[in-house]
């Protein structure tokens, strides 16, 4: 049986006529043939153009926080766009949204807005240049904070391409990034707090910014270790270096004030986009007062779509919901059966596995004890997790297809979702088993 039918595999073909892969975004492209093009989504579902359902934890990645198509967003987008889309001035809702997020997210004093993650990352890390007067960006490996050139080293590049452990060496994720800023980056793995102590002892004065994910989402959704963000809390401070946490994928996720609040930590700036807009395009970097309001002051910052109206509506009603219903604690309950389901039907067919992650957004890796950095995660069984994604994706389950990336709950997914995608797992691990 096909990966996916016959109106997708021709779609494909139309679409890679004119655009490169037939797709807008690399990370859509399974593979020739195997490619789904999707026709809708109302809350937990999407269909594809052959009129196949499935349960979606994919969730465009993530900014489904609340279903697809979900009334009490669409609803205020529509009453707003209908008083115009786009001034290039500003308006009462986008200073209500900064409010909101404020008041929802510990450290955020100040806030800008903007259209994407990668916009809000590329941003951020201007302002920490700016404010420092320094160029070097220290990042993990397996960490993505967009696409600009400045980022995309160490994303998921081969681990026998990153060097030895102990000195990595910083690999840019395409072609076309200047080599020369490879001078301006240093990657270390993710949890490494001895390596981490040794590179801010060797180079903390000349680093601008240590920028993370709070959670490896782009890789497995591996945890921090206890101590690691607080580390890079006390580290930063002690060498006037800033602290960027990029919260894309953890913000309005798994807290209303994301990882911040989740750990208890505090960051110098903050960035986000995805779940604050449950789908419609809006993202936002901010964070500590002094050092925001030198925006404006010799550091330059814009952007024509920043406080486009889809995006700033969908922010206001979706943080209202946040605020106003338990929501992000319903999700937790519901992602908490299905992990701990996943778990259950693993151990009871003594396949080896471990989660991280949150209900949330989680993810497993297959046959290894232990995963702290993208180096052990690629040591797990990637194979066998294709073959189970593969499966479920036939049954009407859809997680994504790329290994790397999490699973992903809305308030939208049911009881009964986790329940048939409980017994479709049950099924296909035990065909595994034999
Ligand atoms: C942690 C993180 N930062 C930044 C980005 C870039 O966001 P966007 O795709 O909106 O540019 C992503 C996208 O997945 C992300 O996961």
Redesign the pocket.
């Known amino acids: 049986m096909s990966l996916v039918g016959i109106k997708s595999q021709s779609l494909q073909k139309r679409a890679q006529k004119v655009i490169p892969l037939g797709v807008n975004s690399n990370f859509r492209y399974w593979g020739d043939g195997i490619t789904p093009y999707v026709s809708r989504g109302k809350g937990a579902y999407i269909w594809d153009v052959d009129g196949n359902r499935f349960i979606d934890y994919r969730l465009a ?2 900014p489904i926080i609340l279903g697809h198509a979900f009334d009490e967003v669409d609803k205020k987008v529509i009453e707003e766009i209908k008083q115009g889309t786009l001034f290039a001035l500003t308006g009462e809702l986008e200073i209500e949204v900064a409010e909101m997020m404020a008041e929802m997210c510990p450290g955020l004093e100040m806030i800008r807005t903007a259209c ?6 590329m941003h951020a890390i201007r302002v920490a240049r700016a404010y420092t007067g320094r160029n070097i960006i220290l990042k993990f490996e397996g ?5 600009h050139d400045h980022v995309l080293w160490s994303t998921y590049s081969p681990v026998d391409a990153m060097g030895n452990a102990r000195s990595p060496i910083p690999v840019p994720s395409s072609s076309g990034i200047p080599k020369t800023l490879g001078e301006l980056i240093i990657t270390l793995p993710f949890n490494d707090m001895d390596g981490f102590e040794r590179t801010m002892r060797s180079y903390g004065e000349q680093i601008a910014a240590v920028i993370t ?1 709070p959670n490896q ?2 890789c497995g959704a591996i945890n921090p270790q206890p101590g690691f963000l607080e580390l890079i809390r006390q580290k930063t401070e002690e060498y006037g270096v800033v602290f960027i946490l ?1 919260e ?2 953890t913000g309005f996720r798994i807290a209303n004030g994301g990882a911040q609040e989740y750990y208890g930590i505090r960051a110098d700036l903050a ?1 986000y ?2 779940a604050l807009g449950n789908g419609y395009p809006i ?1 936002a970097f901010g964070g500590k007062q002094e050092i925001m309001s030198i925006i404006g002051h010799g550091v330059a910052h814009g952007g024509t779509y920043n406080n486009n109206k889809p995006g700033i509506a969908a922010a206001y009603a979706t943080l209202k919901l946040l605020q106003a219903k338990p929501i992000l604690k319903t999700i937790e309950q519901r992602g908490k059966r299905l992990m701990d389901g996943l778990k259950r039907i693993f151990t009871e067919n003594g396949i080896p596995v471990v989660f991280s992650g949150y209900p949330a957004m989680f993810s497993f890796a297959i046959g290894v004890e232990k995963v702290t950095s993208q180096r052990d995660w690629a040591m797990s069984d990637q194979k066998m997790y294709l073959y189970l994604v593969e499966e479920a994706i036939k049954r009407g389950v859809m997680p994504d297809h790329d290994v790397r990336e999490p699973w992903y709950l809305c308030y939208s997914h049911s009881d009964a979702d986790i329940d048939e995608t409980l017994n479709i797992f049950s099924e296909i691990v035990k065909k595994v088993k034999k």
């Open positions: 990645f993530g994407s993650g990668t916009e809000a990352t960490n993505y904070h967009g696409l994910e989402a782009n990029d894309v994928k960035t986009a995805k993202a």
